[in-house]
């Protein structure tokens, strides 16, 4: 049975309900005992609003929601209140509906019986949270998410089962990308490690999971890019002179500028500067060029170099003077389309599953508008001038609701409220429209500029948390298994969905669990578009370029396969943040390179000849040995796996039995040949490989017994260019039949290109060092060739004076050589003397 652990379980394996029971027991016991603040002054505070105002003000920085159950103080100050704060103390709200969640019917109780009747209430409380469906395979499965209870986030450290709502069947919704630039690695890590997550439960588990996932296709993002890239379009089609743009850039700057410094988040504002310093490079030259008067064709050019460096500064620039005129729907809709196929590609590539059902926002807007007018009906939303918010005050004030359960203390965050709100949507204007700051927008007027569809509030369009609730909703019903994410849209994105569709549906589950994928970092910052810090899909996974592009953090872009992308996933924690580095990439391909070439091998024993009876031979110690590591390594990689997914001890465990048995029927080691070929593929060609094979090695024979190199040199190039152009990899063994191996082509390629970079590297150095060699051969010899007498007489900077035999007598100055001196010098003359001679012996001989 799968088991869900809630976020921070630490990885424990699954435990019975009343080992858990148990457990917990005990732990709220021990926090019974403890006061973890000092709550005397509240005690002694008889005033009822006075209390609960300094409560409130407590409870502003406590985390109330991160203990294992209520403390004493916890206990007593909720018996104190005799009922619910006021609306306006929103922290001593949430945090007395919290209690209130964890242990009913306490009013007017005395601390003692509380806590007695909190006890009786949790060791009768089985933390099995719905009916089991189908046992499939045994032991549990923890995965680490986000539970859902009712009207409160559980935070217990421990692990649940995991039971599908509908005995097997897994409804699972994905948050997809917003589609306006094209899709990088930090998507990638999503999208792959859902992908694994999928097929694991799928595959290994046998659920029958119903896979959703939306494309967001209407965004303040989306608008403002399609804007900006509309004008851009029209800008450059003016063929605007070079004084023109000169001038453009110049007042596009001023902003920019200004921009820049309120700009206080350290990586935007590195970014920010990296722009700022191209584009002031690419000015100087421009204003040079204009103000000496050159060449119109210098100018030209420089103004294009400007032109392009400034674009996203100049794009910014005419969207604020001209973004209102831009007023036909069909600018803001190419621009996701194209990028919508482009992420397909790249999914495609990544060989990442298709959804089951793939919604867009485009075409789900009249469901959008009766999920909003639901909302509103039920209380929890309201216009303001022509735009409709969702009343978070109100939905949290319910007993049956709880608002922010997944990041409670993110509430009040005004620069996350405002990033899930878009760029496009905090103006002054905007945000006086709501009641209180952290409501957010369930539908948008629409502003010159924006495209707009019909609703009962006026033209508009949907806000952006809305759009995964209406969609999910018309889809999965009232209530879904699984909704995954990355880890940075908890807040306010997946709270804001938990809200809005619990407000719809009336309920308080949603969402059962929450899995939230890790970030992927490059150079150890978060990978981000509007950062411009990221490695493009198509960039990761170019093959054989030769090129490896610089990004702006300087790491280089490698050209990987698709799998050895998946390698590098499957061998961290999906949960857990990830830099995209080369010794992450590294690790992968060795651990690709290690499995395949086993799977080569395992295959090309089995291809040997041998008789039926043959096949069957006593099992020695060895055979018995491995047989039972085998088993064990594969109970080990179950065990692995129902521990939250852990798919990294799984490959460790897998790499420790590299030489294990193989059973079934099944196709052996990676596809070859692409889209389930492999089987086919090898039984259709090897047969044919192999008589080439066998032709090959008779030929081989006859050429090294009647010694003829050109037939050997013939035999060696099929092997190592003609094959691999094949995908076919021969490898010649002494004493052994030559081994045929199906790899795919590019492998091959690779392994071609790297041993000839590897001789070619061994051919320079070899070069080199008869190149020194003849170097200091011929320094030799022009140093044996010069006359002990002729040695000390060039250097006049040191000597003035020498003897007849050209020894120096003197120094620069005129003085006697010391005898030390003298003594020194004579050595080195002494040397050269012989080393001349032996050069004229040489002559003399003729050498």
């Not at 059962?512 to 810090?533: D, E, P, Q, V, W």
């Amino acid at each position: 049975m799968l088991s869900i652990g809630i976020q921070e379980t630490g990885g424990g394996r699954g435990a019975s309900a009343s080992q858990q029971q148990r457990v917990i027991c005990a732990l709220v016991k021990e926090a019974l005992e403890d006061y973890p603040f000092d709550y005397g002054s509240l005690l002694r505070i008889r005033d009822g609003s006075a209390r609960v105002e300094a409560l409130n003000e407590y409870l502003s920085s406590r985390s109330y929601l991160a203990g294992y159950g209520p403390s004493q103080a916890d206990t007593e100050a909720f018996v104190l209140l005799c009922g619910p704060p006021p609306e306006q103390h929103v922290h001593a709200l949430r945090w007395y509906k919290h209690i209130a969640a964890l242990k009913p019917q306490t009013n007017h109780q005395s601390p003692e019986c509380s806590t007695k009747r909190i006890l009786q209430n949790l060791e009768n409380t089985r933390f099995v949270l719905y009916t089991p469906g189908c046992g499939l395979v045994d032991g549990e499965v923890v995965l680490e998410a986000w539970v859902i209870h009712g009207s409160y986030m559980a935070v217990f450290s421990e692990t649940e089962p995991f039971v599908p709502q509908r005995g097997n069947r897994v409804l699972w919704y994905c948050c997809g990308p917003t589609v306006y630039d094209a899709s990088h690695m930090g998507h990638a890590r999503s999208y792959i490690s859902f992908d694994i997550l999928r097929r694991i439960l799928k595959d290994y588990f046998r659920y029958d999971v119903f896979y959703c996932m939306n494309i967001t296709d209407i965004d303040d993002k989306i608008i403002r890019r399609a804007r900006q890239n509309h004008l851009l379009e029209q800008y450059r089609d003016k063929e605007p002179s070079a004084a023109q743009i000169l001038q453009d850039v110049l007042t596009a700057q001023t902003p920019f500028k200004a921009k820049l410094a309120e700009t206080t988040d350290p990586d935007k504002k590195q970014m920010l500067e990296r722009l700022d310093a191209a584009v002031s490079a690419a000015l100087a030259p421009l204003q040079v060029a204009v103000q000496s008067s050159a060449d119109d064709l210098s100018i030209r050019k420089q103004a294009q170099v400007l032109l392009e460096e400034a674009k996203d500064l100049l794009s910014d620039w005419l969207d604020s003077q001209f973004g209102s005129q831009v007023t036909e729907n069909s600018i803001f809709s190419l621009l996701p389309k194209y990028w919508e196929g482009e992420y397909h590609k790249d999914m495609e590539a990544l060989n990442v599953l298709p959804p089951d059902v793939l919604t867009r926002v485009s075409e789900y807007v009249p469901e959008i508008v009766a999920f909003v007018r639901t909302i509103v009906d039920n209380g929890y939303g309201y216009e303001s001038n022509g735009s409709v918010y969702f009343d978070t005050a109100k939905f949290d004030a319910c007993p049956t609701h709880s608002y922010a359960k997944l990041v409670p203390e993110a509430v009040g965050d005004q620069k996350a409220l405002q990033e899930g709100e878009g760029d496009l949507s905090i103006s002054a204007e905007r945000l006086s429209e709501k009641r209180s700051q952290n409501d957010f927008a369930l539908w948008k007027a629409s502003k010159p500029g924006e495209p707009s569809w019909d609703s009962p509030w006026g033209k508009g369009r949907p806000g952006w948390h809305i759009e995964c609730s209406a969609m999910a909703g018309s889809i999965l019903g009232e209530s879904m298994d699984i909704h995954g994410g990355g880890f940075d849209l908890r807040f306010p994105h997946h709270d804001n969905e938990l809200a809005q569709s619990e407000a719809y549906f009336e309920n308080d589950h949603w969402v059962r669990y929450f899995l939230h994928t890790g970030h992927l970092t490059i150079a150890g910052c978060k990978m981000s578009k509007s950062l411009k810090n990221f490695i493009t899909i198509k960039d990761a996974l170019a093959k054989h370029t030769g090129k490896y592009r610089q990004i702006l953090t300087g790491v280089p872009v490698m050209p990987f396969s698709a799998r050895q992308l998946r390698l590098a996933f499957l061998m961290h924690s999906w949960k857990d943040t990830l830099d995209y580095s080369s010794n992450t990439m590294e690790s992968a391909i060795q651990y690709e390179r290690f499995i395949n070439e086993f799977f080569l091998n395992v295959k090309d024993i089995l291809r040997s000849p041998t008789d039926i009876t043959g096949q069957f031979e006593k099992w020695e110690t060895e055979e018995i040995e491995l047989n039972k590591s085998f088993y064990d390594k594969k109970a080990s990689v179950h065990e692995a796996l129902c521990d939250n997914i852990d798919t990294r001890s799984a490959l460790e465990e897998m790499r420790a039995l590299i030489f294990g048995a193989i059973e079934g029927t099944d196709p052996i080691g990676f596809p070859v040949g692409g889209n389930g070929q492999t089987a086919d593929l090898e039984s259709t060609v090897l047969p044919y490989l192999s008589v080439l094979s066998d032709f090959r090695e008779e030929v081989r024979k006859i050429a090294r017994e009647r010694k003829v190199t050109e037939l050997l040199q013939l035999c060696d190039q099929v092997r190592d260019e003609t094959l691999p152009e094949l995908g076919v990899r021969l490898e010649d063994r002494d004493g052994l039949p030559t081994s045929v191996k199906l790899v795919d082509k590019e492998t091959l390629l690779k392994e071609k290109e790297e041993k000839k970079r590897v001789e070619d590297e061994k051919k320079k150095k070899k070069e080199e060092a008869a190149r020194k060699k003849q170097e200091q051969e011929m320094a030799k010899l022009a140093k044996m060739k010069l006359k002990p007498c002729e040695m000390f007489r060039s250097e006049t900077d040191k000597y003035s004076g020498f003897d007849e035999t050209g020894f120096p007598s003197m120094d620069a100055e005129g003085k006697e050589l010391s005898k030390g001196q003298i003594k020194k010098l004579r050595k080195l003359y002494e040397a050269q003397e012989k080393l001349h001679n032996e050069y004229l012996q040489s002559t003399l001989n003729g050498s």
